[in-house]
């Protein structure tokens, strides 16, 4: 007899064996099952003339073998050479006849097997849809019955365990089946596959990679001259094929010039000198980095081609203490709160005041979050000092040559950041230890949540939110800034003038 390979094993296996309950076994998709000649090929009788006979379907019995090969064929969707079995002439004795019988019989059984394992689920994983530097689209599909649940799981490590998405036994029996990834790390390779579910089995496709895109962040401009200025940026992946600017004259960079750039010492910086530059023109710029999976594009920033706010300063000193200071587009500003407890005349101002003196007085007052308590000398060393209003009306904080800024000072500070919305997060310090504090200080001005002393003189905030005097007052009250932990916007405040806020210096035009 000859039989395809696949089915020769099978038949091997089980040729010439009585298996129990084998009706039991025969899948419902098999036409005929029931037919007694399956599980009763013995049924022996004698003819007149002393013939012995059996009682055996022989073209039912070989239709069967021929429909399970062709249904076989169909799920493997393999070619299939169909056998040339034992036919029904007899030959011999009765003794060839019940073997042939029992031939026949068992390799039905043995194709039902191998027709039962064609119908297990086969999954097909489809190569990842890379949507951003953290999100990729899933895709699978699956054939065969009886599918109960199927899903995704995917990991960082090619040889980890995997992590189970939200599709885990909630997509059921339909296929195909997708997800969508949304918190991956930008530039990093992921290894993903699918799986089905069929009778607490799980049957898994191949396991397949995906590289995100990668992240890139576009920094501050520096080294402005009249003529020149360097871009900056930095990205995150783990290698990158191609990096530079796109600038040009346009917010929207319509006419935008592309430049690639060299990173810096092997690390993740990027930076471009731009020169030819015209005087007082307002450039835009945003910075991209490429890799096999595509292109990301930082934010929009700009600068105007001048001589930098900061000239060659880089730090203060006053009051004992140097001040870093910081260039953030056409301003200078301190990145550092102030913590002096004098005036720039050298007179003191009051500190050390009780609650109801702090609510009431209307002069110039300073304190140290926690004021007293066991946290103040590492808080000011932290955060520096907290200010009511009127010592800021004075006009007397900031160095000479420094004041503080004003309410339309920050609205530019916060416009050339992106605005409200986003201006935050470039003004958050980065790289500290409580993750609701973690900005990437792209601008450089370093805000700390110094947290702030109350009208009624209690302390707030502290490690949860910064806050920063203007010089502006509002009807009774003053306008400031709030920076919070929690998200990325920079909120406009209207406090009273009582309160205790944190106040940086910007140098005067």
């Known amino acids: 007899m000859t039989y395809t390979k696949q089915f020769l094993a099978a038949f091997f296996l089980l040729v010439g064996c009585q298996m129990v309950t084998a009706q039991d076994e025969l899948d419902e998709q098999v ?52 056998g040339v079995y034992v036919s029904g002439a007899m030959v011999g004795a009765s003794l060839q006849m019940w073997h042939d019988c029992l031939v026949l019989r068992d390799s039905i059984e043995a194709l039902q097997v191998t027709y039962d394992e064609a ?25 065969g019955s009886g599918v109960e649940a199927s899903g995704f799981k995917w990991s960082a490590e090619e040889d980890g ?22 918190t991956l790390d930008a530039g990093k390779t992921y ?29 501050a401009a520096d080294e402005l001259t009249a003529e020149s200025a360097t871009l900056n940026s930095t990205f995150s992946a783990d290698s990158i094929t191609a990096q530079g600017f796109v600038w040009g004259l346009q917010s929207d960079l319509s006419d935008g010039t592309n430049v690639s750039a060299d990173t810096t010492g ?66 200078c500003w301190f990145k550092e709160n102030l913590r002096n407890a004098n005036y720039n005349d050298g007179s003191a101002i009051p500190t050390g005041l009780d609650n ?76 500290l230890d409580s993750p609701a504090w973690n900005g990437t200080n792209s601008s450089g001005f370093s805000g700390l949540a110094g947290g702030v002393r109350g009208s009624d003189g209690d302390f707030y905030y502290g490690g949860v939110s910064g806050y920063f005097w203007s010089a502006s007052a509002n009807g009774s009250y003053a306008w400031g800034r709030r920076l919070n932990g929690v998200d990325t916007a920079v909120y406009r405040m209207s406090s009273y003038r009582p309160v205790g806020s944190s106040v940086r210096c910007v140098l005067d035009e």
Request: one cysteine or more.
């Open 266 to 331: 092997g690390s993740t910086a990027i930076e471009y000198a731009l020169t030819g530059l015209t005087e007082d023109a307002t450039y835009y710029f945003s910075a991209y980095a490429t890799n096999a999976s595509g292109t990301t594009y930082g934010d929009s920033l700009s600068f105007v081609a001048q001589l930098a706010p900061c000239g060659d300063l880089t730090s203060v000193s006053y009051e004992g203490y140097d001040y870093d200071i910081v260039p953030i587009g056409t301003q």
């Open 161 to 182: 365990d995997f992590e189970t998405t939200g599709l885990e036994e909630d997509t059921g029996g339909t296929s195909p089946i997708k997800d969508t990834l949304t």
């Open 119 to 143: 119908l297990a689920p086969r999954v097909t994983v489809d190569a990842a849809v890379i949507l951003s530097d953290i999100s990729a689209a899933l895709s699978a599909s699956f054939s």
């Open 31 to 82: 036409p005929y099952q029931g037919d007694t000649l399956l599980i009763n090929p013995n049924q022996v009788r004698e003819t007149a003339d002393g013939d012995i006979l059996m009682d055996c379907d022989w073209p039912t019995m070989m239709s069967m073998i021929r429909d399970l090969e062709e249904r076989i064929a169909g799920e493997t969707e393999t070619d299939t050479v169909y």
């Open 356 to 431: 109801a003196t702090w609510s009431s007085t209307t002069d110039g007052a300073v304190t140290v979050y926690d004021e007293g308590g066991a946290n103040a000398v590492a808080n000011l060393s932290t955060y520096g000092r907290l200010y009511n209003w009127y010592a800021v009306n004075t006009g007397n904080l900031c160095p000479t040559g420094w004041h503080v800024p004003t309410d339309e000072e920050y609205t530019t500070l916060i416009d050339g950041l992106g605005g409200t919305s986003v201006a935050g997060d470039a003004m958050k310090s980065s790289g």
């Open 191 to 219: 290894y993903f596959t699918a799986y089905a579910v069929k009778e607490a089995e799980s049957f898994f496709g191949d396991t397949l990679s995906l590289l995100t895109m990668p992240g890139i962040t576009t920094d």
